[in-house]
């Protein structure tokens, strides 16, 4: 399992890894992070491993911070037999301030993923995507797994919440040997209730407003029953998006721009079996963006300031692509 990279450790004098994960990284994103470095110090105890997100969140940084954790900020002392790893991360534009450094850079690179993508780099050697897995902490489970290696407490505790962030308790990569993997965890120490206490977070004042917000706004459409949400904020699209499916919508696209940057969040209900992910790398393909994730929850990033006139047209955009691929019906507005 990810023979090039245990090579590259192992094969290597003093190895230097650079792991970059998306901006406001995630529980799924730090877990599979530490436990990647971790592992590799077991390959090879002489390895340099430093990670590097554009942000952490709430529930990512209690865990940090419950066990001294913490991620280098400058990026020094780069030579070229250093290995680039993007983990958990569904598009290079998605690694926010270190975007540019890691397309310019001449190093080999590797992506090791859950997420479903199209995006490549140059210089990109390896590439391991695991749909399946649900979550990149159970992939790197997994590799412990696979190499008769096991990881500290902490490190399976961190893989433990990192994949009941992602797979959102067991709603997505369902099968056995999920299950199986996370009783492995849990026999190696991994604490579950306190993994699932950093996943408890009140949602502060600014998230609540931008939910409220998200609501004011709203604009929908159904089509042969199905309703399709949008709206537009200035932060917390993710957690907007969350929100309005909670209110009933069945697949929700949320926009949040900001002067040089547009994000989108896209939700889509479960049991629906609609590929959000396809829906936003098409929207972003067309308007000069990138985007990815999993089957009912997607986002997209463009690099430039979009005005409210193009917000407008890659909404009727996403209702448009959105509506091909739902039940054939007339749309009818209901505003």
Not at 14 to 35: R, T
Not at 110 to 130: N, P
Not at 274 to 281: F, G, K, P, R, T
Request: some cysteine; aromatic content about 8%; proline content about 2%.
């Amino acid at each position: 399992m990810l023979r090039e990279y245990y090579n590259y450790i192992t094969n290597s004098k003093k190895p230097q890894i650079l792991v970059f994960l998306h901006n406001n990284a995630d529980p799924d994103a730090i877990g599979s992070a530490f436990a990647l470095k971790e592992l590799s110090l077991m390959f090879n105890s002489d390895a340099s491993i430093l990670i590097f997100a554009d942000g952490i969140n709430q529930s990512a940084t209690k865990a940090m911070q419950s066990y001294n954790l913490s991620t280098s900020k400058k990026i020094t002392d780069i030579n070229e037999n250093d290995l680039i790893v993007i983990l958990d991360t569904a598009n290079i534009i998605q690694l926010g301030k270190y975007t540019e450094f890691v397309t310019g850079s001449l190093n080999k690179k590797m992506i090791i993923d859950h997420h479903t993508t199209k995006e490549s780099s140059e210089g990109t050697i390896f590439r391991y995507l695991f749909p399946e897995a649900g979550s990149t902490c159970m992939i790197l489970a997994k590799m412990f797994r696979h190499y008769d290696q096991i990881p500290t407490e902490t490190i399976s505790t961190l893989l433990i919440m990192g994949h009941l962030y992602d797979s959102r308790r067991f709603i997505h990569g369902v099968n056995e040997d999920s299950f199986l993997m996370m009783a492995k965890l849990i026999s190696w120490g991994g604490d579950y209730n306190k993994a699932n206490q950093f996943l408890q977070n009140e949602p502060n004042f600014s998230e609540k407003i931008a939910k409220i917000k998200a609501h004011q706004k709203l604009k929908y459409k159904t089509v042969n029953g199905f309703i399709i949400a949008a709206s537009s904020i200035g932060a917390f699209e993710a957690s907007a998006a969350r929100s309005l499916i909670n209110l009933g919508a069945d697949v929700v696209l949320v926009l949040s721009g900001k002067k040089s940057e547009l994000r989108g969040s896209a939700r889509a209900r479960v049991n629906l079996k609609l590929n959000v992910a396809e829906i936003v790398a098409k929207l972003s393909e067309k308007f000069g963006g990138e985007g990815g994730g999993h089957m009912s929850a997607a986002g997209f990033n463009i690099k430039h300031q979009v005005t409210k006139k193009e917000q407008a047209d890659i909404i009727n955009y996403f209702i448009k692509l959105t509506t091909q691929v739902l039940p054939s019906a007339e749309l009818k507005d209901i505003e």
